[in-house]
């Protein structure tokens, strides 16, 4: 990937920006209560040293109690400000990560189809994740953190020369061992999490298409090689947290000898200037003051991994939220009049999902209001594509799709989906009721409304035989509908939006004679006194239109009656002939 050459750019913080001015107050307190707990900390060394150079050497018992007791409250209140700090802190990564889940999600609804085309679903579920998550590791354990170790880092090592300035250089010596090591670290943690990440996203892709492609998997018998296949990217995964976990083993045994080389030179130093220069009540302050000063260093350390993957992750979702959303509302939309109208026209429309492979060529046709048309063609002809376009899933090359006169592009986008039902050629379902599936979970679409929409295309038989009815969780273990059924569903769905045009792209698995029967009969439901374009695979489907097109590597190459088309020597009568239309 390209994240390895480029450096993350620190420009991309303004991205979190936003979210933490939400949260000021939240930070201002979280910050404060960070340097008072650093503040509370750093006395007990010099606490310590009161007690050994002035009590006890002055031989003061009272002297030495207040001082112990100050001991304990300071240590007290250090620990209830660091508390604070760090719940503050962790309340503020939560929020940020709830706000900016949301957002993420929000973008991904306004994405163009095209973007999930040549993006894999596994990649947009680790932004909904793993970097939504990076990031929130990121303000909670990195910017404050990271912030006030470094502030502390600083404070404790001006209190070492404030306590003896001739000790704080003996321990100055170890220093570069200490950057030595922490550089070697750093690298190695780098190289690792950069290979965990990878492979993560690369886990979550295998996931979704192994349960997606659950029933392929089995009926192939691709079981194995799914799972070797699976198997090497979570070995990589491992492999790639060994190396982490290797370097951390490494790295924190090597501080902790840094740490106790320093306390070693400040004896040494002790031992040759005792008296003269050093006082024992400041070695024992040194000491503490030694072991204060590696920790935020270590810290720091090991931050800087997660500010460098934040930065990747933010890296990635800001290319995310950066995507253009080409199609979106008008800036000036022309509101159609109140009249359902019902009128499509394509005007040498040209469309190709990929540069250079037109899939729609030069294609003209209009479908007047309350006309029913079919669209036929061999599979690959550009039928489903054809419907995508009125929409506005996808927008037009060259040409113009329009509705009621107005070209779809100048619709508000809202209003001209209202108007507009389509069915697909695979019915979607969601996890939830059968009546939820019907209104698709908008509250304003009563029961009774549901029940009339389902009656109306003949699936009120069916659903009120399910052990709950409308409430029947359609998704649930065991409880999935047949093609027929999912049909007659989606039949309910358009009903219940009442669209003056309605695009049904029919499905092409074959189903029983009898559930066909209820279909054909639900259809002349849903399609009376509506404008309707019927991509059409059934000759009974055919039979009720009043004009049928006929596709042929995207451009209209027939048009006229199933009678008058049969007559011609042309595609339509070899598509019949072939029975790649089915002959029901
Ligand atoms: N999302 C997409 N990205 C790239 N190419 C696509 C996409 N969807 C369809 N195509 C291509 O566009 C062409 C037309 O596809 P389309 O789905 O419109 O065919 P169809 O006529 O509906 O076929 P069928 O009868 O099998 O449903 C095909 O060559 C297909 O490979
Ligand atoms: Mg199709």
Redesign the pocket.
């Given at each position: 990937m390209d994240e390895k050459k480029r450096k993350p750019d620190l420009g991309l913080l303004r991205l979190v920006a936003p979210y933490l001015r939400a949260h000021k107050p939240l930070i201002a307190v979280s910050v404060f209560a960070l340097l008072a707990g650093h503040f509370f900390s750093l006395s007990l060394p010099f606490l310590t040293r009161h007690a050994v150079d002035v009590d006890i050497k002055g031989g003061d018992p009272a002297g030495l109690g207040r001082t112990a007791f100050l001991f304990g409250g300071a240590l007290l209140l250090g620990f209830a400000f660091t508390a604070g700090s760090n719940l503050g802190v962790s309340y503020l990564g939560q929020r940020l990560l709830y706000a900016l889940r949301l957002d993420v999600l929000r973008k991904v609804f306004r994405l163009p189809s095209g973007y999930f085309?040549r993006t894999s679903t596994g990649t947009v579920l680790t932004h909904l994740t793993n970097d939504v998550e990076a990031v929130r590791q990121f303000v909670s354990e990195g910017l404050v953190t990271v912030a006030g170790d470094l502030i502390l880092a600083a404070f404790v090592f001006a209190a070492m020369f404030a306590v003896n300035w001739r000790l704080a250089l003996a321990t100055a010596v170890s220093v570069p061992l200490f950057l030595l090591a922490t550089a070697l670290f750093r690298k190695a943690i780098r190289t690792g999490f950069r290979r965990v990440r990878a492979a993560n996203s690369e886990i979550n892709t295998a996931l979704v298409e192994s349960l997606g492609g659950h029933s392929v998997i089995s009926l192939f018998r691709h079981r194995t090689p799914a799972i070797r296949h699976f198997d090497g990217r979570n070995r990589e995964y491992l492999d790639a947290y060994r190396q982490v976990v290797d370097a951390y083993a490494a790295y924190f045994p090597v501080i902790e000898v840094v740490t106790h080389l320093s306390l070693a030179l400040v004896l040494a130093v002790a031992h040759f200037r005792m008296g003269a220069a050093v006082k024992p009540g400041e070695v024992f302050a040194l000491f503490a003051l030694i072991n204060m000063f590696f920790r935020p260093l270590r810290d720091l350390a090991e931050n800087f991994n997660t500010f460098q993957s934040a930065l990747a992750a933010l890296e990635r979702i800001d290319r995310l939220m950066g995507e253009p959303e080409p199609i979106a509302d008008p800036p000036r939309p022309r509101l159609p009049g109140r009249a359902p109208g019902g009128e499509i026209r394509f005007e040498r429309v040209s469309f190709s999902?990929?540069p250079g492979k037109p899939?729609l060529r030069d294609l003209s046709f209009s479908v007047r209001p309350g006309e029913k048309v079919a669209v036929v063609?061999a599979?690959?002809?550009?039928?489903?594509?054809l419907a995508h376009l009125v929409p506005r899933l996808y927008d037009v090359d060259a040409g113009s799709v329009s509705v009621d006169g107005i070209d779809v592009r100048e619709w508000p986008l809202a209003g001209l989906r209202e108007r507009l039902a389509v069915v697909p050629?695979n019915v979607f379902l969601f996890t939830g009721s059968a009546a939820d599936n019907i209104r698709l979970f908008a509250p304003e679409v009563g029961r009774q409304a549901v029940v009339e929409a389902a009656r109306a295309v003949n699936a009120h038989g069916f659903i009120e035989r399910l052990p709950k009815g409308y409430d029947e969780n359609v998704l649930e273990e065991g409880m999935s509908l047949s093609t027929g059924q999912k049909q007659l569903l989606a039949f309910a769905r358009a009903f219940v939006a009442k669209p003056s045009l309605l695009i049904l792209d029919e499905a092409?698995a074959s189903i029983d004679s009898e559930t066909e029967a209820l279909i054909e009969k639900s259809l002349d439901r849903l399609l009376e006194g509506r404008t309707a374009i019927l991509?059409a695979h059934r000759l009974s489907t055919i039979r009720r239109v009043d004009r049928i097109l006929v596709l042929h590597q995207g451009r209209l190459v027939q048009e006229g009656s199933h009678e008058v088309l049969l007559k011609q020597d042309g595609l339509y009568r070899q598509l019949y002939e072939m029975q790649a239309l089915a002959l029901a």
């Open positions: 085309d999902y990929l899939v063609g599979t690959g002809a550009g039928k489903s594509t050629q092409t991509i």
